[in-house]
């Protein structure tokens, strides 16, 4: 089967993974995130790739795929000894590391080596060496709790392999002046982000973004002829976009994904309601466009003081009389009520545990519920 030609017909490849020219003829390495490739009888063609991990998926454990380390030994259905999981429960000893200082954090073994937070290291991916940040102090685990075999950190980072990373970032400015210059040229609708090499300067990936699927065919044959190493493209989202590039957010602080946020977790319109927030989307967005990913730190909290608090427009019994609550102080746990008075009617701040919350059922049964 020639994906090539597939490829407009096959939604799922979504411009990931990259091509490489292999006598005349381009094939797409890596399938889309969770897809395998079809190479029809092409018996060298890598297997189903993880995107998380890097690892071949190369066996069934029951009714799901497992994936491990020896991508290069494992037939695809076959057993493997190196099943995650199938352990005495012994300890392993992991440490944290963001690949470049950046992005989400990846677990590697130490290897004997002594590390602390902050610490530059050289470690040891599926895709080549790569330089790191260690994110997480080395802990021991359950060896049963790891998903795959660990790769090692090779050694604790040089002044010759900081020095290198270095000239890598100069190198990386002047390809993405040359891929603006050739993206221009033949007119396609995405915008380069960012361009990274690999540590070794076995590879270049282009990291962009777009509204739909782009054809950048003749665009890697262009580039991979200028630069003479393997070339990768990859599409991007806004959120990723804003975490490479970096820029400071509405509070004032640098962006969070771009500093110690390890992950991007679901945001959602409803937490910003949960927090009485504004529902401008000036108010609530980021720099990326999208919903601000703080709305998840102190959710939990507001959510649980929700729970203590009246409903705005219930009847609760205060100190000073019968009222209406006008409006609540999640922060504060204050509640703002409306007195029915006579003569005025003012409105009065109390604390929630000092209300009783007046509820009508069916006519005139009333039930009263004293608030903790």
């Keep these: 089967m020639n994906l090539i030609k597939k490829m407009k017909e096959d939604s799922a490849l979504k411009n990931k993974g990259y091509y490489e020219e292999q006598e005349n003829n381009w094939e797409i ?22 995107f998380d991990t890097g690892f071949a998926i190369c066996a069934m454990k029951g009714n799901e795929p497992f994936r491990c380390g020896c991508a290069e030994t494992c037939e695809p259905g076959t057993a493997c000894d190196e099943i995650p999981g199938e352990d005495d429960g012994s300890l392993v000893t992991i440490v944290g590391v963001r690949l470049r200082g950046r992005g989400k954090t990846y677990h590697f073994s130490p290897a004997g080596l002594t590390l602390e ?79 990274e090499y690999r540590f070794d300067n076995r590879k270049i990936t282009f990291y962009f973004t777009a509204d739909g699927r782009v054809d950048f065919r003749e665009l890697v044959r262009d580039l991979a002829s200028v630069f003479r190493t393997r070339i990768e493209l990859r599409q991007i989202g806004v959120r990723d976009e804003a975490c490479m590039i970096g820029g400071l957010a509405v509070c004032g602080r640098e962006l969070c994904c771009s500093t110690f946020l390890k992950e991007f977790k679901p945001v959602s319109i409803r937490m910003a309601k949960d927090q009485n927030l504004s529902m401008n989307p000036s108010k609530i967005s980021g720099a990326c466009g999208r919903l601000l990913c703080c709305l998840n730190y102190e959710h939990e909290a507001y959510v649980d003081a929700r729970k203590r608090m009246p409903r705005k427009n219930a009847r609760v019994m205060t100190p000073e009389g019968p009222g209406i ?19 005025d009617s003012a409105v009065a701040a109390f604390p929630a545990s000092q209300l009783e919350v007046i509820r009508f059922h069916d006519g005139d049964e009333i039930k009263k519920q004293k608030r903790k």
């Design 29 to 50: 390495e890596n399938a889309s995130e969770g897809e395998a490739a079809d190479f029809g009888d092409n018996a060298d063609a890598p297997r189903e790739v993880d």
């Design 117 to 195: 937070n902050g610490n530059y290291v050289i470690v040891e991916t599926s895709q080549g060496m790569e330089m790191g940040i260690v994110s997480d102090n080395p802990q021991d685990v359950p060896k049963s709790n790891l998903k795959s075999p660990l790769k090692d950190v090779l050694r604790l980072a040089s002044k010759e392999d900081l020095q290198h990373f270095e000239d890598n970032k100069i190198l990386e400015a002047e390809a993405a002046e040359i891929a603006r210059e050739r993206i221009a040229n033949y007119e396609l609708e995405m915008s380069l982000v960012d361009v």
């Design 325 to 343: 609550v006008e409006d609540i102080n999640l922060l504060k746990e204050e509640v703002n009520v409306r007195l029915d008075r006579e003569t």
